[in-house]
């Protein structure tokens, strides 16, 4: 299992927009094959920046099968004007195999 | 519930010892009021940083019960000569209230 973590910062003033394009953009997202489950979370500290944690079964799952995926085509119109500056997405796995 | 999340860089050549400290500190953890849960995970991309994610009761388990804590001392002084720099701490709140 692999957990993807990718810090999205939104432009002031589109954050109420944002939550409900991400809520269309879900839908894609969690029928992908190899997806797992997700979480997005609002930062307290900063209100225009989220966290946003996918697990995936395989890091292949994500950059292979939904970044190659026509999904990821409307994935991205909904969501990726939003971002300023566009986010760094990095994966994680367990400490022990 | 308050997901904290940490971005940990840990200096090179010390992962090991990190990831050896790291085992006896989330006992002191995993004793705090209003601690719910944690996982530490290796980033794929660098192999010398980590993502701590840690669940809380409240924001203030946290800043005020575990910050300050007499095990917070020990949680210093197992981790904090690890991290270069040192990471910034964020707290994250579900959407919907």
């Known amino acids: 299992m692999i957990l993807e973590i990718a810090m999205l910062q939104v432009r002031p003033g589109l954050t109420q927009e944002f939550e409900s394009n991400f ?21 307290i500290e900063d209100k225009n920046k989220y966290a946003l944690l996918i697990t995936w079964e395989t890091l ?6 939904f970044r190659k995926s026509s999904g990821y085509l409307e994935w991205k119109a909904l969501l990726h004007h939003f971002y300023d500056p566009f986010p760094i997405v990095e994966h994680f796995e367990d400490l022990s195999p």
């Open 23 to 43: 809520a269309v953009a879900s839908k894609i997202l969690s029928s992908m094959p190899g997806y797992l489950g997700h979480s997005l979370r609002r930062c």
């Open 60 to 65: 292949e799952a994500h950059t292979e099968g």
